[in-house]
């Protein structure tokens, strides 16, 4: 008896119809500024990815990147920035991190098998924290409550 009364109140009032509306625009709102994030995170870890295998391609790490152990201090970087970016920003920070984890396993590959031996395992560990990254951000997104659709009753 409950539930007829209930869902026929919730029909005839315009409140809730209003309520109805703004949630759903706000969910289309979210669900826009969420693909604009992570085709965000997409173009940044593109544009890392570019640089790294352009350069290890070219043999200049060591003109650009200076020391094998600047490259260690990007890894943490990118590490410990990542996992405070994780709950914040998890869909640009999953992104960034793949396109990182391509870039640093790719780019390491390339120095290892030319005159750029030293920066190989550096390189490595920084596609291991992009690796890292993204999966914490992949289980902390999945892990967000997301708005409701309009109300649901059971």
């Not at 965000?40 to 043999?59: D, F």
């Not at 190989?120 to 892990?143: E, F, N, Q, R, T």
């Given at each position: 008896m409950g539930r007829p009364a209930y869902w026929s109140a919730t029909r005839v009032l315009p409140i809730t119809e209003q309520k109805k509306q703004g949630s759903r625009s706000k969910t289309a709102a979210t669900a826009a500024r969420e693909e604009e994030v992570m085709v965000?995170?997409?173009?940044?870890?593109?544009?890392?990815?570019?640089?790294?295998?352009?350069?290890?391609?070219?043999?200049?790490?060591?003109q650009r990147l200076h020391a094998p152990s600047d490259v260690w201090a990007a890894a943490a970087a990118v590490f410990f920035g990542g996992l405070a970016l994780a709950y914040v920003a998890p869909r640009f920070v999953s992104w960034f991190g793949l396109f990182v984890m391509i870039a640093g396993w790719s780019s390491g590959s390339v120095a290892a098998y030319s005159?750029?031996?030293?920066?190989?395992?550096?390189?490595?560990?920084?596609?291991?924290?992009?690796?890292?990254?993204?999966?914490?951000?992949?289980?902390?997104?999945?892990?967000?409550r997301r708005p409701r659709d309009g109300h649901q009753h059971r």
């Open positions: 965000l995170g997409s173009i940044a870890g593109v544009a890392l990815l570019y640089e790294l295998m352009q350069t290890a391609h070219q043999r200049q790490l060591a005159n750029q031996g030293a920066y190989a395992i550096p390189l490595l560990g920084l596609g291991l924290a992009g690796a890292a990254v993204s999966v914490v951000s992949y289980y902390s997104d999945k892990s967000l």
